[in-house]
């Protein structure tokens, strides 16, 4: 089997799944919460940050969440203490 081709599941799981990645998200715990995007295969950043009720996504775009893979993309920059949006 192709392990390139397993999807990852970095959000959290209720119930005991065995998972390494599980709650691996960067999303923000506060103010949103994580849905995993299936089919983006072993990469981390497969997930989106969707509002929490009471919260809005603040850009107008068609797009309401925060991507995963945007999300880690600045966080690494955040870590290696280079420009972030």
Known sequence: MDMLQLDINQCPDKYY????FKDTHK????NSYCVPILGRGFEIGSYKCECLQGYEY??????TYFDGQLVEAEFSNIVNDKPTR
């Open 27 to 30: 999303c923000h715990r506060k």
């Open 17 to 20: 799944v065995p998972n390494a």
């Open 58 to 63: 603040p850009f107008e775009d068609p797009i």
